[in-house]
């Protein structure tokens, strides 16, 4: 049985729902990829736009990460520990880029939402 205020809400609704004031921060950033050529194609030009602009960020995340592997220091030395703290921010800042971009691509905090209002649900 399902109750009047049930009413599965919009995506957009979803998403501010379960992480807040980043929802906006995530959709204009780029790296929000349900309308592109990886998730829905709902307008062909936006789609491609969203798709390409993601490319760009990813691949001056990789050269960023490649310039500071070439740094060439002494081991052990304080520019060694420094670069490989940079190395490590930027791995995991790619990383991050990435699972994001998947994370929207397939839907995945539309799902979560849902888990968590079937078990509010379950629970009242």
Same mark, same amino acid.
């Given at each position: 049985m399902e109750k009047e205020g049930d009413k *599965?809400?919009?995506?957009?609704?979803?998403?501010?729902?379960?992480?807040?004031?980043?929802s906006l921060i995530l959709h204009y950033?780029?790296?929000?990829?349900?309308?592109?050529?990886?998730?829905?194609?709902?307008?062909?030009?936006?789609?491609?736009a969203g798709t390409i602009l993601f490319a760009t960020i990813a691949i001056l995340f990789l050269i960023r *990460?490649?310039?500071v592997f070439t740094s060439f220091t002494p081991v052990l030395s304080y520019a060694w520990a420094d670069s490989n703290i940079v190395i490590f921010m930027a791995l995991h800042s790619f990383v991050s880029l990435?699972?994001?971009?998947?994370?929207?691509?397939k839907g995945v905090f539309d799902r979560i939402y849902a888990e968590l209002r079937a078990i509010k649900r379950l629970h009242s």
């Open positions: *599965m809400p919009s995506s957009e609704a979803m998403r501010s729902a379960l992480i807040g004031p980043f950033s780029g790296f929000d990829l349900r309308v592109s050529l990886c998730g829905r194609r709902n307008s062909r030009s936006r789609a491609t *990460m490649v310039l990435v699972a994001l971009a998947r994370w929207t691509t």
